[in-house]
């Protein structure tokens, strides 16, 4: 099974979403730039900030400019350009049903209500793409749900979702080399 190819940090863009719950997917791929040296560049084309990392092979990271609702236009955009196939994709995205801290790898699923990959799932016609699912947990009554998400975490979950992050770096290697059976063990292991 091939690896991943393209790394989808999900958020919002605009100094007013930066620090929200709603960007740990950017966050994530703000770490990823940072420890390997890359440079996130605009593009019109692709729809957001994306950078190319070369090893053995090409790999790319994608922050959408769309806002969440219309991400799959940035990820659409770049995966047919480069010619990837959804399931060497991967979207980093938050996760109301795992509490901060808690991080899970999976392969296709339905969307959950997230408007992120319901606009990636329609733009790529396809569920088959992997998602790092962020623990942000949930404010407890759906009616409140858009505003806990767009609002910044607490100064223990901000710290949790960190360590997540970093917890989620350590497999990054196998994800490059389609080892995801060996990436979710390491994950899902405490």
């Not at 791929?29 to 084309?45: E, G, M, T, Y």
Request: aromatic share 12%.
């Amino acid at each position: 099974m091939s690896g991943i190819r393209l790394f989808v940090g999900l958020g919002n863009p605009g100094d007013n979403y930066e620090n929200t719950r709603h960007n740990c997917g950017f966050w994530w791929i703000d770490f990823i730039a940072k420890s390997h040296r890359l440079s996130l560049k605009n593009s019109s084309k692709f729809f957001g900030l994306y950078a190319k990392y070369s090893e053995e092979s090409d790999y790319f990271f994608l922050k959408p400019n769309t806002f969440m609702n219309d991400s799959g236009k940035s990820v659409a955009a770049l995966s047919n350009f480069f010619k990837i196939k959804p399931e060497e994709i991967l979207i980093i995205h938050d996760e109301l049903d795992l509490s901060p801290g808690n991080t899970k790898l999976k392969l296709g699923g339905g969307h959950g209500g997230h408007n992120g990959l319901k606009s990636i799932s329609s733009l790529l016609q396809t569920n088959n793409f992997w998602r790092l699912r962020i623990g942000i947990g949930h404010p407890g009554e759906k009616s409140i749900v858009n505003n806990y998400v767009l609002n910044k975490p607490t100064k223990s979950e901000k710290l949790a979702i960190e360590e997540t992050i970093l917890n989620s770096y350590k497999i990054f290697s196998l994800l490059t080399i389609g080892e995801f059976e060996k990436a979710m063990l390491n994950l899902h292991s405490k």
